[in-house]
């Protein structure tokens, strides 16, 4: 009998905090003028926002937010922003829905998206039981811990442009920039009328799931239709 799998639309949920202060990859963007005047902002993934969002909001002309546990509003995923933040979101997903969110952030990222992930320096991390390509913890939730090199080959199957901004080795987390995104979400060339097409992530959905998955494991997460935002 196939060993029971988490529900990852729940437990990836647990992990969001309810943050006082301004996180630190946020504070970091806000301080080196990466969100500049006048710009729409998307905080995907935002969780429970509150000083984050109030940060981005403040410093932001259009600002909206997408987590489908504390802020479900899909509408906010059908155009595109001057900027996109997504913190500590892509480490609490196994692969599958991962790829999911990778979709959404590059095709709402009309300029620069701003990605934070655990690292490998993130000792607690390990506490967990292998699964996927990270750790599954006591609380059911997923972790996937990154090294610099992993993140930027992730994101470069979704975006052209990529540099690490701020990170050590033995630091706890990666924040990357991410710009020029490959709207299809595979590497492929994007064609003159896919470079102003709108946000499609219901598009982007429907590939992913169509994706084969052939094991107990993946059998049970397909069941998910859309967590991208998890944290």
Sequence with gaps: MPTEQPDFGTTAGR???????????????LSSGRIPKGASVLNHGSGRANADGAALAAASSEYAEYDPNHAPNPDALERRY????????LNVLPP???KLAWQDIARTTGGT????VRSTG???IYKGKKFKDGYKMA???FQKPYTAADLQKEAKRYFKNVEVIDGTPSG????????DPKISGEGEPETPQQKDKPATPAKARAQANAAHMDTDD???IAKITHLAGMK
């Design 139 to 141: 609380t059911g939730a």
């Design 218 to 220: 993946d059998a049970e």
């Design 113 to 116: 998206a701003y990605i934070t």
């Design 82 to 89: 001057d900027v996109v933040v997504s913190n500590y979101v």
């Design 96 to 98: 599958e829905i991962r």
């Design 15 to 29: 992990t969001a905090i309810a943050r006082k202060a301004v996180s630190r990859p946020t504070r970091t963007l």
């Design 122 to 124: 993130d000792k607690a």
């Design 172 to 179: 706890i987390s990666w924040t990357i920039s991410a710009s």
